[in-house]
């Protein structure tokens, strides 16, 4: 079945068509066309798909588009004000902590959700935070790095 429905997503409110079964990625990359957000496994395994939920990280590809309706999502398209990064964005790029780039906006919202709960995270804390999101080319120790210079800013 299909409906309209309302979703709020970087600030605007979007009226899109979708059958109840499409998940909050396939809206937000082909009905949208966000397509910073990154479609890898479609399992819940890899994290690249990570989208806030009401600030909270939150995978678009086992959310459904329907449930998402009244919530503020936040894609990694919503991060830039007035043309400047976010800090976290900034440090990656400072840190080095960018290489092919798949898992990056997932990582990026994750980092930015974790400061904004907890501003001085230890790196351990760190790294559990992006415990669900994987990167093949890394090794994690820049990305890591990355979101503990973004905290002391
Ligand atoms: S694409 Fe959603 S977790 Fe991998
Ligand atoms: S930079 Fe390539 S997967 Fe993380």
């Known amino acids: 079945m299909k409906r309209m429905i309302e979703l709020n997503v970087n600030g605007e409110s979007h009226a899109v068509i979708v059958e109840d079964h499409r998940t909050l990625l396939e809206v937000l990359r082909e009905s949208l066309g966000l397509t910073g957000t990154k479609e890898a496994c479609d399992l819940g395994d890899c994290g690249t798909c990570t989208v806030l939920i009401d600030g909270k990280p939150v995978l678009s590809c086992l959310t459904l588009a329907i449930d998402a309706q009244g919530k503020e999502i936040t894609t990694i398209e919503g991060l830039v004000r007035n043309g400047e990064l976010h800090k976290v964005q900034k440090a990656f790029i400072e840190k080095g902590a960018v290489q092919c780039g798949f898992c990056t906006p997932g990582m990026v919202l994750t980092g930015k959700a974790l400061l904004d709960e907890n501003p001085q995270p230890t790196e351990q804390e760190v ?23 973004a905290s002391v800013e």
């Not at 790294?127 to 210079?149: F, H, M, P, Q, W």
């Open 127 to 149: 790294r559990e935070a992006i415990s669900g999101n994987l990167c093949r080319c890394t090794g994690y120790v820049k990305i890591v790095d990355a979101i503990l210079a």
